[in-house]
């Protein structure tokens, strides 16, 4: 995790809150614009953290998630099973380079930032610098990277990620994996449409019975 948001403040395109009504449609929009349209450059989701702390297991919960999904556009690593965290990322990193013939990596993680921008999905380029709050040296992570700010920073941080709400973590995970999803569709507003249709449908009829 990087516990300072202020890192992105000038380099984040796009925020949105967890818990707008087309957040994921959202996310999804922007994130076409920024992955490459060339298909020689394979596009993989590095989600980091740990499901030992609730506030630092945005990452995995997000691959999990999408793994899911079965995505077949993008390559997703970092999950609840095998989770990427501090202790392995050079070596996850290493592999995923060695898999993959020059990767577009996008980095995922989870950060701490002021109370007004709890629940905010940041979307920006350049990478994630997981441990640059707690003066831990690893590697940069991504050329684009999504950072969930899932609660307050400036005290006891390590105390204050242990007590974040494991509901707010998990939607702003839904709510990523939704966006992530949408962009690996070849029509996702057409689909996104029609999911809403039909649900719309169902309930009508329900209504009317």
């Given at each position: ?31 076409r614009l920024k992955i490459p349209v060339s298909s020689e450059r394979p596009i993989v989701f590095v989600c980091i953290g740990t499901d030992r702390s609730t506030g630092d297991s945005l990452g995995p919960l ?148």
């Open positions: 995790m990087n516990l300072k948001a202020g890192f992105f403040d000038r380099k984040a395109k796009t925020r949105i809150c967890y818990d707008d009504f087309h957040a994921a449609e959202n996310l999804a929009e922007e994130l997000v691959g999990s998630l999408l793994e899911e999904k079965n995505l077949q556009s993008f390559y997703v690593y970092g999950t609840l099973d095998e989770p990427i965290h501090a202790v392995n990322l050079k070596e996850k990193l290493t592999e995923i380079q060695n898999k993959h013939d020059n990767p577009f990596i996008i980095g995922i993680d989870a950060c701490l930032g002021r109370i007004k921008n709890v629940g905010v999905i940041q979307l920006g380029d350049g990478p994630v610098k997981p441990g640059a709050g707690v003066n831990k040296e690893l590697p940069a992570v991504g050329e684009l990277h999504i950072t969930g700010i899932v609660n307050v920073s400036g005290f006891m941080e390590f105390f204050v990620l242990q007590n974040t709400r494991l509901n707010l973590v998990m939607k702003m995970a839904k709510t990523i994996a939704g966006g992530i999803y949408q962009a690996s569709l070849p029509n996702p507003k057409d689909s996104w449409n029609e999911v809403n249709w039909e649900w719309e449908e169902e309930q009508t009829k329900a209504i009317g019975d």
